[in-house]
């Protein structure tokens, strides 16, 4: 088993900054990626930003210039800078681990503006 717990949601203007945080623990070593995805309401969760345990990084076209994905397999961070209303949204962090996926709780981001 793996657990994630996020940290570093809450309310922010447009044009501001949030840190996110994804701490994980358990059966870290079967972990082959870490992802963000988000969801707001009444839509699908999206696909945000990539971590491999090779350290390979990707993001989204729709932050691309604006989120930093950065850390490491057991400690992942997502550096959001001018945030856009657009943005809010429940945040989830995601294990990509043998066999199976693993997901936190979620954190709230809200943009207001």
């Known amino acids: 088993q793996v657990q994630l717990v996020e940290s570093g949601g809450g309310l922010v203007q447009a044009g501001g900054s949030l840190t996110l945080s994804c701490a994980a623990s358990?059966?870290?070593?079967?972990?082959?990626?870490m992802r963000w995805y988000r969801q707001a309401p009444g839509e699908e969760r999206d696909f945000v930003a990539r971590?491999?345990?090779?350290?390979v990084t990707n993001v989204a076209d729709s932050v691309k210039g604006r989120f930093t994905i950065s850390g490491n397999i057991d400690h992942m961070y997502l550096q959001m800078n001018s945030l856009k209303p657009e943005d809010t949204a429940v945040y989830y962090c995601?294990?990509?681990?043998?066999?199976?996926?693993?997901w936190g709780q979620g954190t709230q981001v809200t943009v207001s503006s």
């Open positions: 995601n294990a990509f681990a043998t066999g199976q996926d693993y």
């Open positions: 358990g059966r870290v070593f079967s972990i082959y990626a």
């Open positions: 971590m491999t345990r090779d350290g």
